[in-house]
């Protein structure tokens, strides 16, 4: 019997133990509209789990069966949120999905990549050029998600520069809509002998700007930027 007549054998049990095949676990998930059992299934995974079991995880990022490749990328993307260092052995794997994969599995692998980030900064930087293509990538979250990695990956002195480069043409090209989220990740980043670029930048992109609230954010990160050295 193959895995897909299996799966359509199995009742939707609640998920408390990992004592089933990952497989049949992910497949229940796959209806969990709210996400509440996949978001308890991912505390469990994050405190019990072997590392086996994140391996098979990550695997069913690559299943041909649709709903058990979303239902598997929410859980990645909620396991990482408790325990980031698990997904540490399969980096290449998580950024293969980017390059290659579409919908949630780009933007789930990209969120466990900005958890590792935040926390390891060196751990992604090997990958810098895919988050660098992001910003010019067709999928708006994940061009959120590669803004939020590339300012941490700011913190590496050795490739500051080329990062601080791509942040400029990220805030240069972005969409109104994420222009203030961008510009407050970027803002954060700034050093006294780089604001000028920034503040540049950013006064140019105001004038385009209407909504009343962006204005205000746009205008926070402004009066923040540290004055030139």
Known sequence: MDWRRQIAQLEI???SSLDRPLLAIVSDLAGDRDH????QFADL????????QITELVALLGIRDKAIQRAAAHLVGEVSDHNPNLFLPHLDTLVA???SGSGPVVWESLHVLVQVAVANPRAVEPYL??????IDGPLIVARDHAVRILARLASIEEIRSRVLAALHHALET???NQLPMYAE???ATVRSDESEKVRAILVVRLAEVVQPAKIRRLEAVLRRLPEPA
């Open 36 to 39: 509440a059992r996949t978001r």
């Open 45 to 52: 995974l994050a405190n019990q789990s072997h590392p086996q």
């Open 129 to 134: 050029e895919t988050f660098i293509a992001a």
């Open 185 to 187: 990740e970027v803002g």
């Open 174 to 176: 972005a969409p109104i």
């Open 13 to 15: 049990q609640p998920v």
């Open 97 to 99: 999905c980017v390059r």
